[in-house]
């Protein structure tokens, strides 16, 4: 098992070949008892998790602007296991961001929603990759941005405009691969709809939308991650390096 990229740098992707192994993780098959009593502790605290089944890595490298790497199917009570002490467990985790660019340039994010386990937080919609996100093995990583925002703000991304390439940033806390969505309207537009969307729900995922307009705008609760991927954003006129 090997992680072999470059941290804490914004790199250019242009492939992803990331695979489905469909043999157990070797951190869920070490710590099985471990995994249930803190499960327990998770509930106790927050009622409404609920024990899907979502990935971790076991390799993941980065080379001629391919990235590639291998990942097991976890219960979601291994993830929570994991996130807690991440070091030398020979796992990681990467997700997929939407980075949602409105017509005037400005950024659309969304804030979780107090139930969830990142209560309070800032960021793109997003949610780790599941086994529906894999085709033939592989990761689709369009798939599963385009999945999570429907879920969380109901927008629908299919037919907007992409940039050009994916980018990575990989931190001690997981890899995360982005890519521009650019829709038309202006941000008060796009947040008007995920607003309106979130009250028809019964038990909505997401607070709200968030709107990002420059660089300096850093909303309180931002996500670690986010603040270089705003500062990228920004800085490359919506245009990809």
Known sequence: MSFDLPRNVILPVDEIDVRLDPG???FERDNAQAITDNWRREIAAKPALFDGTVVLLSALSWGDNHLVGRCHAVKYSTFMLWRKNRQGTGA?????????????????????GSHTVGAGSVYFAAGSFEPIDF????????????????????????????????????TSTGTVLFRRY????????????????VATEADP??????IIRHAEDLPEGLAPHMK??????????GEDP
């Open 205 to 210: 995922e997401i607070e709200g939308p968030v």
């Open 182 to 197: 650019h829709v038309d309207a202006p941000a008060s537009e796009i947040a008007r709809r995920i607003s309106a969307f």
């Open 135 to 170: 085709r033939d093995g592989r990761v689709d990583v369009d798939f599963n941005m385009i999945r999570e925002v429907r879920e969380e703000t109901g927008l629908d991304l299919t037919g907007a405009a992409r940039g050009r390439r994916y980018h990575a940033l990989s």
């Open 228 to 237: 270089p991927l705003i500062e990228w954003h920004f800085a490359n006129g």
């Open 92 to 112: 990681e985790h990467a997700y997929g961001h939407a980075m949602l660019v409105a017509g005037d340039n400005a950024l659309v994010a969304i804030r979780m």
């Open 24 to 26: 157990p993780h070797p």
